[in-house]
């Protein structure tokens, strides 16, 4: 039987992470894998595919709306959506071959298959065959991620009624698609689909979109996602689906009670996920989920079972590939017996639409609730030198300070490239920064950071350029 000092069940990024993590530590690792490719979600059916398309489709909508602009004149804007599926596949078949050789530089020994507890430091695992074996570790870290939530009176047919997984691979554009949830999924995919030509609804049970976001961002990311087209129902719940000859009625219900119809060929189910634990043989060790179905750690990601560890989404917090990631390091830090940590007030959330969304730390809703006097400095895109000469003018860059200290409390944007931008405001929070600190820093003219910059000085009403 094969002796590891820690086993990883799950190759997503929190789990290859760890690995890594653990043989850069010199600890002899294991990692335990059922699909055929490692990567996880986010690499295989999540983040990256969803990038890519997004980028395909932003160009596509760029040669369609915005090229003249630039003097650059197009006629019959076509999209193989083949070759667009092709580029994305590709993308997905590097990184993850990417993975695959991360494994073997670190010597880390990959098993196929299903991995179950038969003790806490006795694993099986079963390969696609049905053929079983039996590992031994010291440490095992459960990463095994989550999986779609599936509405029981809505099930997913794989075809019309979809999670964002088969969302990523329409063999044609919808010709009208309602998307369930108006978060970091839906958004995007709507987007996506938008772009290449499709009508799109967004029907969401919240009274606004992004619901985790701060609302006056939210209220102007609304409004720009509007401005392109995409439809929205807010305060509504889809109630029912009914198919027939490949068309769908969709029974809508508002606050009030009022029911709704609305016809089209394709639904996307996009109300959040869940931590998937799913014949792990939990039971077998002891160890139990919370109501929630997940995994309850204490600060060290121990489990109630020594040696049994726990991270990312089947743990609390945030369901998000850099948090898993974080953890990853941190946990496998902690098992070689160094101080791992991980700042969960200075985690950065994205909806990569266009413009994007980016957050970090409280909102001014939070802020309020919890009775903390803040500062509030805001500046606009839309006199920013780099952000006319892009074209994309659209959005703030919003900052929240404490009001006694000038600590960043929260960094908040919706504008171009807003991902990228986030990086400043999540290294701020992470050294305790002033808003006043990024005053004095020194930001690259002409660049969008310059907007981040006019935001800090606004905290005390001093924003040179308005």
């Known amino acids: 039987m094969a002796q590891f000092d820690v086993t990883v069940i799950g190759a997503g990024p929190g ?26 979600t986010c690499l295989r059916v999540g983040c990256i595919p969803s990038k890519a398309l997004l980028e395909s489709s932003e160009r596509v909508y760029q040669a369609k709306h915005h090229f003249q602009e630039h003097g650059i004149a197009v006629s019959g804007v076509d999209v193989d959506l083949s070759v667009m599926m092709g580029r994305k596949d590709k993308i997905v078949s590097d990184l993850t071959s990417g993975v695959k050789l991360l494994m073997q530089k670190n010597k880390i020994q990959v098993f196929e298959g299903m991995g179950s507890f038969v003790g806490p430091q006795k694993i099986q695992v079963q390969a696609a065959d049905g053929s079983t074996q039996e590992i031994e570790s010291k440490s095992v870290i459960i990463a095994t991620g989550s999986a779609v939530i599936e509405l029981p009176h809505v099930p997913f047919d794989g075809e019309s009624i979809v999670s964002s997984t088969e969302a990523l691979a329409f063999p044609e554009v919808p010709k009208h698609l309602v998307v369930i949830g108006a978060g970091a999924v839906g958004l995007e995919m709507g987007c996506v689909w938008s772009r290449l030509g499709a009508k799109v609804t967004v029907v969401e049970l919240f009274d606004r979109i992004t619901p985790f976001a701060d609302k006056q961002i939210s209220e102007l990311f609304l409004r720009t996602l509007k401005s392109q087209g995409l439809s929205f129902m807010l305060e509504h719940k889809m109630t029912s689906v009914q198919k027939k000859d490949g068309q769908l009625t969709i029974e809508v219900e508002d606050k009030a009670g009022q029911k709704h119809t609305i016809e089209a060929d394709r639904v996307l189910v996009s109300v959040g996920r869940r931590a998937y634990t799913d014949g792990l043989g939990l039971d077998k060790i002891g160890l139990q989920t ?40 941190a946990v496998a830090e902690i098992i070689a017996g160094l101080p791992g940590h991980v700042n969960y007030d200075a985690i950065p959330n994205i909806v990569y639409t266009d413009p994007e969304l980016a957050m970090v730390g409280q909102t001014e809703e939070q802020l309020k609730e919890a009775g903390i006097a803040y500062k509030v400095g805001r500046y606009k895109f839309g006199p920013n030198g780099r952000a006319k000469a892009l074209g994309q003018t659209e959005g703030m860059v919003k900052i929240l300070s404490e009001a006694s200290t000038d600590r960043i409390l929260g960094f908040h944007i919706v504008g171009p490239r807003a991902s990228e931008l986030i990086a400043e405001g999540v290294l701020a929070m992470e050294f305790g920064a002033s808003s006043e600190d990024i005053v004095r820093t020194s930001h690259a003219h002409p660049t969008l950071s310059e907007v981040i910059r006019e935001a800090a000085m606004a905290v005390d009403k001093r924003a040179i350029h308005g």
């Open 15 to 40: 789990g290859y992470v760890a690995a890594i993590r653990c043989a850069q530590l010199g600890l002899k690792t294991a990692i335990i894998e059922k699909e055929s490719r490692l990567g996880g």
């Open 290 to 329: 919370d109501k929630r179905g997940k995994i309850s750690i204490n600060k060290h990601f121990q489990t109630s079972v020594a040696g049994v560890y726990a991270i990312g989404d089947v743990v609390d917090g945030p369901m998000l590939a850099h948090k898993a990631e974080d953890e990853g390091m």
